[in-house]
């Protein structure tokens, strides 16, 4: 028979061993564990109606081909396309046949996305600047009903950037978030958080930035492969083509070729929502080139995608996607106070507690095996 003692001791190290990775991971550093975002599945995303203008036909330099900008608004949904099919909005039914078409009130030079402003007028991001030579950028501000706007130039404090997203927070304050081809996205505002309404026409206003999103950083390398689209399968997911905020300013939705990301900013504050990083992440269907993205008042999330060359694709929709997001931002509030919890306190003492009944566990098998 082996020694008692001896024996002992070793289960007594195993136990303390095993224990140590829990008792560390406990104290302070719990937060992997409790962070993993919600992921939707692209099933989960239906057809909800495809743009439809042959009963108006379509203006000159104006097309839904290369839909990449689209609102949600009364009712009604507004979409614009990209450099060369950006000189005219489209309104559209609940069923996305065209209405009518309100001509752009100054000559864009790349228009890449649409948001709506609390004042309920759009906002058009001319942003686009495929070459970084720009060196002005701009906000074009349009009346829903008229089309009555006007032109408000913005620079950036670190030279050219290429940018398809837009979103304006519920203050008013506008947030442009570059397309990179690697890497994060840089997120810029007006210098002072300056409010759409109180931007100078035709400016420049100068910009700064507030911070970056990095979603691969959420996501870890390996997952950022995950989804559906038309770029390379290594970089798609982090180049970001379109940006929408609920109609209450307390989810975001930052859109890229192959997932929507969807952010808790329960304050309305979408700098930091993009810091603590997407709540939800959802990858989309197939689509031709995505790169619009939008919430209906009622909190569903819609994408649309450009043609490239084929029939202008349907619009699709996510059923719920506001309440979904507001949900899981709950129970992360509720895991995130468990795991902050100093030691000593509910983890430590959970894991304490484990490690006391192993060795009352270990000590009882010591005792049968000397019998």
């Not at 398809?164 to 978030?177: A, N, S």
């Not at 109609?247 to 952010?263: E, M, N």
Request: proline fraction near 7%.
């Amino acid at each position: 028979m082996p020694d008692r003692s001896r024996w002992s001791a070793r289960v007594a190290v195993a136990v303390l061993a095993a224990c140590a990775p829990l008792a560390a991971a406990g104290v302070g550093s719990a937060e992997p564990f409790f962070r993993d975002q919600t992921a939707v599945d692209a099933s989960e995303f239906g057809a909800l109606c495809t743009p439809d203008d042959s009963a108006v036909g379509t203006p000159d330099e104006a097309s839904l081909e290369e839909l990449s900008g689209l609102v949600s608004a009364g009712g009604l949904l507004y979409a614009v396309g990209d450099s060369g099919s950006d000189r005219a909005v489209a309104v559209m039914d609940g069923n996305c046949a065209v209405q009518r078409w309100l001509p752009l009130p100054v000559d864009p030079y790349d228009v890449e996305d649409l948001a709506s402003g609390p004042d309920g007028r759009l906002w058009l991001a001319d942003t686009g600047d495929n070459a970084r030579r720009r060196e002005t950028v701009a906000l074009i501000a349009m009346d829903r009903d008229t089309g009555a706007g006007e032109l408000h130039r913005l620079t950036y404090p670190d030279g050219p950037h290429d940018a398809e997203t837009v979103l304006v927070q519920r203050d008013g304050t506008p947030l442009i978030v570059t397309k990179e081809v690697f890497g994060a996205g840089n997120v810029y505002r007006p210098v002072g958080g300056v409010a759409v309404g109180d931007l100078a026409s035709p400016g420049p206003t100068p910009l700064e930035k507030v911070g970056t999103l990095d979603v691969a950083a959420t996501n870890g390398v390996d997952d950022a492969t995950t989804g559906s689209g038309t770029t390379a399968p290594a970089v798609h997911s982090t180049m970001f083509t379109g940006g929408a905020v609920s109609a209450d300013g307390t989810v975001a939705a930052v859109r890229s070729y192959s997932d929507v990301f969807l952010f808790s900013a329960p304050d309305g504050d979408l700098a930091a929502a993009f810091a603590a990083g997407p709540v939800v992440r959802a990858h989309v269907p197939e689509q031709p080139q995505g790169e619009s993205v939008a919430f209906t008042e009622n909190g569903d999330l819609l994408i649309a995608s450009e043609a490239r060359e084929g029939p202008v694709p349907p619009i699709r929709v996510l059923p719920g996607a506001v309440s979904r997001v507001q949900e899981q931002a709950r129970v992360q509030a509720i895991s995130d106070e468990v795991s902050t919890q100093s030691p000593g306190t509910l983890w430590g003492i959970g894991v304490a507690g484990g490690a006391v009944v192993l060795v009352v566990v270990a000590g009882y098998l010591v005792r049968r095996r000397a019998r």
